[in-house]
T-cell receptor, first 115, second 110 residues
Framework: NAGVTQTPKFQVLKTGQSMTLQCAQD?????MSWYRQDPGMGLRLIHY???????DQGEVPNGYNVSRSTTEDFPLRLLSAAPSQTSVYFC??????????????FGEGSRLTVL | GDSVTQMEGPVTLSEEAFLTINCTYT??????LFWYVQYPGEGLQLLLK?????DKGSNKGFEATYRKETTSFHLEKGSVQVSDSAVYFC?????????FGTGTSLTVIP
């Protein structure tokens, strides 16, 4: 099983450029989310979605857009990259539960550097 | 708001030593609690979980007990191996969000 697949694994951008980090899952999970991981700060939630057509903001949404047109895909868009967005990004998904989300399944991460 | 505080690292232990990584939480509801592990260059993967008070999660020799009275979920292992070297994250889930601790890096030396 592929699980959660993120592309690209590495990317270097210049300030002001735009790009999209792709995330796809093949587990028919309703819940998908994006995190960024920075040294000393753990993982911080950027955006999440509880199903196709539904998205919501997490802890650090500024500078990022998302959409959820299908159950499988949840792309993260950087409209105008800034050096502060240099980070490792993780996509994670979960089957919805009546009480909370349940276990998160993570992709392998995308390392983004903004110069 | 909801949050997780875990012991800062890095932690360095000799093989077969006892491991404890402390984790405490703040939550308004009744969260589920998790420990995730991240090996170098990889994403996080679930190590163990507990969904209600007094539950004990266990996996690969690791254990953690959900203590509501002390709002804690400390990770323990009786005898660590070199292969346990990784970063460990405590996390809680309430509603549609997960909250992660800052991570504790563990290095086990032979």
């Amino acid at each position: 099983n592929a699980g959660v697949t993120q592309t690209p694994k590495f990317q270097v951008l210049k300030t002001g450029q735009s790009m999209t980090l792709q995330c796809a899952q093949d587990m028919n999970h309703e819940y998908m989310s994006w995190y960024r991981q920075d040294p000393g700060m753990g993982l911080r939630l950027i955006h999440y979605s509880v199903g196709a057509g539904i998205t919501d903001q997490g802890e650090v949404p500024n500078g990022y857009n998302v959409s959820r047109s299908t159950t499988e895909d949840f792309p993260l868009r950087l409209l105008s990259a800034a050096p502060s967005q240099t980070s490792v990004y993780f996509c994670a998904s979960s089957a919805s539960r009546d009480r909370g989300i349940g276990e998160l399944f993570f992709g392998e991460g995308s390392r983004l550097t903004v110069l | 708001g909801d949050s997780v505080t875990q012991m800062e690292g890095p932690v360095t232990l000799s093989e077969e030593a006892f491991l404890t990584i402390n984790c405490t939480y703040t939550a308004t509801g009744y969260p589920s609690l998790f420990w995730y592990v991240q090996y170098p260059g990889e994403g996080l993967q679930l190590l163990l979980k507990a969904t209600k008070a007094d539950d004990k999660g266990s996996n690969k020799g690791f254990e953690a007990t959900y203590r509501k009275e002390t709002t804690s979920f400390h990770l323990e292992k009786g005898s660590v191996q070199v292969s346990d070297s990784a970063v460990y994250f405590c996390a809680l889930n309430t509603g549609n969000q997960f909250y992660f601790g800052t991570g504790t890096s563990l290095t086990v030396i032979p």
